[in-house]
Each structure stands twice: as C-alpha cells, then as structure tokens.
C-alpha cells in the first residue's frame, strides 16, 4: 500500500500530463492544470512543494 500525502504524476488521454496531491487517507485533494510536458508538471510539483508552506489563506468568503 503506498504512503500518503503525495504527488501522483499521471498523464491524460491527450498525451497531457497533471499531478494530484493526496492527503493521508489517500482522498485527493487538490488536481493541477495540465502540462503539455512531464517537466512542466514536475516543476509544478516542486513549485507547490516550495510555496505552499508559504501560502497564506485569504477568506473570500
């Protein structure tokens, strides 16, 4: 069984590539745009590894 949270690198029907975040229990969490190459989703995935710590949350509510 795999470990969570992670990055899951998967790749679309239309030869596009997106990552999914998953939380501990394995629910997905957050999906990301699609990348025209596996690089520009796994430097999406370093961008959110990198930011998200720094992110703050802004109630628009």
Not at 34 to 49: F, L, P
Request: cysteine-free; hydrophobic content about 30%.
């Amino acid at each position: 069984m795999a470990s969570h949270p992670k990055f899951e690198l998967k790749k679309s029907k239309n030869d596009q590539f997106y990552f999914n975040l998953t939380a501990k229990n394995g629910q997905v969490i957050a999906t990301s745009e699609m990348y025209t190459t596996k690089d520009a989703a796994e430097n999406g995935i370093r961008s959110v590894t990198e930011n998200a710590p720094k992110a703050e949350t802004e109630d628009q509510t």
